[in-house]
């Protein structure tokens, strides 16, 4: 289904590039409540990238619940990569529970990493340095103590020590939103929402050719780092996991996946929403 809102679509899904780790607690959770409900609440979140090629945006455990379901189709939202009107691509912020001697020493580990303490003034968002030496994450404590973990190499190099840096606690992290502005009484508020966690890891920004090129090459961002802001994202379609039936054709699924659509009412909420769940 096509309209001016927005392009929704069943494709296969060996189809699709990836270029994210995917969550094995999550993608467990969510199998099971796929096995139980039997719906996709959600459609996945890609782009074209021609000849029916799609790079994997959002929604990485989904497709890996399908997989591991067997199923060889699924519903996405087909997004322009190159329309910055219709899509925006920021990063998400970790939050985890560990001792800060562990983590550090940890790090410490790579002998192309460089710990430098720093500032609550000097974090905010910022884009990585391709080449050379830069700023990979920050680390901002409970405590408000600030520290830069920095590298040199070029930007595969970056992204394997990315995923080796989120390795250390990938098994307990939630996500969030960098508070702006980054001051030491927002840290302290922030905190508040996420009693259960002292440390935040800081990601860069990326570009979405960065993160095509990446793919390309054989290599996957770490997981829950990329995130997607859409004008006009597609949410509650409530597809029923019979309707992916591989028995069927692509063509018939995405007829009666146009005719399940077309009896639904679509409204877009132009204003900002909160929603309380």
């Not at 030496?133 to 190099?157: H, M, P, Q, W």
Request: aromatic share 12%; charged share 25%; net charge positive.
């Amino acid at each position: 289904m096509k309209n001016n809102l927005f392009h929704l679509e069943v494709i296969t899904i060996k189809n699709i590039l990836i270029h994210e780790e995917f969550d094995p607690f999550i993608s467990i959770k969510l199998t099971n409540y796929l096995k139980k409900n039997k719906v996709l609440s959600n459609p996945i979140l890609v782009a074209s990238l021609g000849e029916k090629q799609y790079i994997q945006l959002d929604g990485m455990n989904r497709i890996t619940c399908f997989k591991k379901l067997g199923i060889k189709t699924i519903a996405a939202q087909i997004v322009d990569y190159s329309d910055q009107k219709q899509i925006e691509l920021s990063s998400w912020l970790h939050l985890f529970q560990s001792n800060l001697k562990e983590l550090l020493d940890f790090i410490k580990k790579d002998k192309n990493l460089v710990i430098n303490q720093g500032s609550i003034d000097q974090v905010g968002h910022r884009y990585i340095k391709e080449n050379d030496f830069g700023r990979l994450v920050s680390i901002v404590t409970k405590k408000n103590e600030v520290f830069f973990v920095s590298t040199k190499g070029n930007f595969s190099d970056k992204i394997k020590r990315l995923n080796n840096i989120v390795s250390f606690y990938k098994k307990s992290l939630a996500r969030g939103v960098l508070p702006y502005p980054f001051t030491q009484d927002n840290v302290k508020q922030f905190f508040q929402q996420y009693p259960n966690f002292n440390n935040i890891i800081i990601f860069p920004s990326f570009t979405p050719q960065q993160v095509i090129e990446t793919v390309k090459s054989g290599f996957l961002f770490p997981t829950g780092i990329t995130r997607y802001i859409v004008k006009g994202r597609c949410l509650n379609i409530n597809v029923p996991l019979s309707l992916f039936n591989n028995k069927k054709s692509l063509k018939k699924q995405n007829e009666l996946f146009n005719k399940l659509m077309s009896e639904k009412r679509c409204r877009l909420y132009e204003e900002n929403v909160i929603n309380c769940e």
